[in-house]
Each structure stands twice: as structure tokens, then as C-alpha cells.
């Protein structure tokens, strides 16, 4: 059972280029995440979708689009990379609408994204 | 509005020795609390939840918290540390009257070091 699968684990852009991050899940959530995770700033969200067809803005969505393509699929995409968004980038996903009945969330492992 | 602190950035403990991961939040209502674990190039893992009910909850890798509403406290304990539980712990919260998947709030991060 792979859970949460994120490609690329690594990518490195220059400024201006564009990327997109993939992810998708296989345990049938409705709902995705994508987090940011800045050295002492804990993760912070970007764009999260509650069910399939639906995505809204999180803490932090400026420079970032994001695509719900199915169920299991939730992509993160950067139309013009910035030095300021070399981070760490997490999905995650969760059960039922929202966050789930308690907001129990799993994580992928991980893109590691520097932006020179 | 709702946060959570994490005030120690780095907590270390010998092997054996009891340990505890400081953790309190501010909400409206009663809040959702968790922990969640990261291991080196891993994503985050869930250890364990406080929803409603006994004050003390007990979690994965035998970790426990204890849920303190006069003092606004959700900390991580456990008796005896182990050199694997050495990595970095989050606390997040979760206000139960947002029915928004957008609201849960991460802390910074503890690193918790165990040495042997």
C-alpha cells in the first residue's frame, strides 16, 4: 500500500521557470493538501482540495496554481519559480469532507525544491 | 483565531531517561489536538489525537500526551526514550467550529535528540 506518492523528490529551477509537482493517493480520500515547510515556520497550506472538483486557497497561495484531476490526483503547479519558494513541499491527504471527522492527515514524503 | 507554540526548538534527552515536548494552543471552542512525528526525509506521521474524553491519550511508539484545558497544554510524553525516537515533532490544532479543511495549524517543530 503506497499511501501519499509525491514526484519529482527533488527538482532544482531557475527563476522563471515553471514546474509542476504530482501527487496522488490510493486510500480513496476525498480530501488533498498541499503544505510548504520552512525551517522554523512549521508546514504551512497552500491549496487544498475538500473532494474531487473542488479546491480552495490555504494560508499561503500566492505564486501557485493547483489541479484536482481525479480522486487520487492533486497537482501543485509554480507558472514562475521564485527564489522565495525554495521550500519543502508536502501533500497530504484525509478522509471525509474537510479535514476528515478529526483531521487525521497523511503525508507524502516530500519535494525538496530549491529556486536559484 | 487559533495557534499553536511549540516552545522549545530542540529538546535532548538521554536514552532511558523520561522526555516531554512542550506544546500549547489557543482556540475558540474545544480544540482537535494532535502529534505528529517526521523522521529524516520522511514525511509527517501521525502518533497520536485528542478529540474528546480521557485527558491522557496514548499513541503510537508508545508516546502519550496530556491534554491540560486550564492550562491550554497538549504535551508529549513518553517514560522512557529510545535513540530511534530522535526526529522532528509537531503540534497541530484543529478549532471543530471551522468546518474549512484550511483550518488546522501546525507549530514550529521540536527536534527531539536522544542521546545513548
Known amino acids: 500500500n503506497a499511501g501519499v506518492t509525491q514526484t519529482p523528490k527533488f527538482q532544482v529551477l531557475k527563476t522563471g521557470q515553471s514546474m509542476t509537482l504530482q501527487c496522488a493517493q490510493d486510500m480513496n480520500h476525498n480530501s488533498m493538501y498541499w503544505y510548504r515547510q520552512d525551517p522554523g515556520m512549521g508546514l504551512r497550506l497552500i491549496y487544498y482540495?475538500?473532494?474531487?472538483?473542488?479546491?480552495d486557497k490555504g494560508e499561503v497561495p500566492n505564486g501557485y496554481n493547483v489541479s484536482r484531476l481525479n480522486k487520487r490526483e492533486f497537482s501543485l503547479r509554480l507558472e514562475s519559480a521564485a527564489p522565495s519558494q525554495t521550500s519543502v513541499y508536502f501533500c497530504a491527504s484525509s478522509e471525509g469532507p474537510g479535514q476528515g471527522a478529526d483531521g487525521k492527515l497523511f503525508f507524502g514524503s516530500g519535494t525538496q525544491l530549491s529556486v536559484l | 483565531a487559533q495557534s499553536v507554540a511549540q516552545p522549545e526548538d530542540q529538546v535532548n534527552v538521554a536514552e532511558g531517561n523520561p522526555l516531554t515536548v512542550k506544546c500549547t494552543y489557543s482556540v475558540s471552542g474545544n480544540p482537535y489536538l494532535f502529534w505528529y512525528v517526521q523522521y529524516p526525509n520522511r514525511g509527517l506521521q501521525f502518533l497520536l489525537k485528542y478529540i474528546t474524553g480521557d485527558n491522557l491519550v496514548k499513541g503510537s511508539y508508545g508516546f502519550e500526551a496530556e491534554f491540560n484545558k486550564s492550562q491550554t497544554s497538549f504535551h508529549l510524553k513518553k517514560p522512557s526514550a529510545l535513540v530511534s525516537d530522535s526526529a522532528l515533532y509537531f503540534c497541530?490544532?484543529?478549532?471543530?467550529?471551522?468546518?474549512?479543511?484550511?483550518?488546522?495549524?501546525f507549530g514550529s517543530g521540536t527536534r527531539l535528540s536522544i542521546r545513548p
Open positions: 497541530a490544532v484543529r478549532d471543530p467550529g471551522y468546518s474549512s479543511a484550511s483550518k488546522i495549524i
Open positions: 482540495s475538500a473532494s474531487e472538483g473542488t479546491t
